[in-house]
């Protein structure tokens, strides 16, 4: 995969505006409400702070959480 191929959909996240953006080819297609942590923005190990930079998604959870479903250290506990 090129370096262009790779970066052809991207998730980029406003930590001030708590949203979450879906780009695809260089456009805007998907605008998301999104909460980060409350204990603010960091890369420390288990900070359980919202990291900074350029990330690769390995894994998706919530799969079977209803629209607006609360998850909470990645467990759906039926919270809406």
Do not use: A, C, W
């Not at 607006?68 to 250290?73: A, I, K, Q, S």
């Amino acid at each position: 995969m090129s370096e262009k191929e790779r970066y052809e959909e991207l998730l980029f996240v406003s930590i001030e505006e708590q949203k979450m953006y879906r780009i695809e080819s260089k456009k805007i297609t998907h605008i998301y409400d999104i909460s980060t942590s409350k204990y603010g923005v960091g890369n420390k190990k288990n900070s359980n702070k919202t990291p900074l930079g350029l990330h690769i998604i390995k894994e998706k959870h919530g799969d079977n959480v209803p629209i607006n479903g609360r998850m909470v250290g990645r467990v759906f506990y039926g919270h809406i």
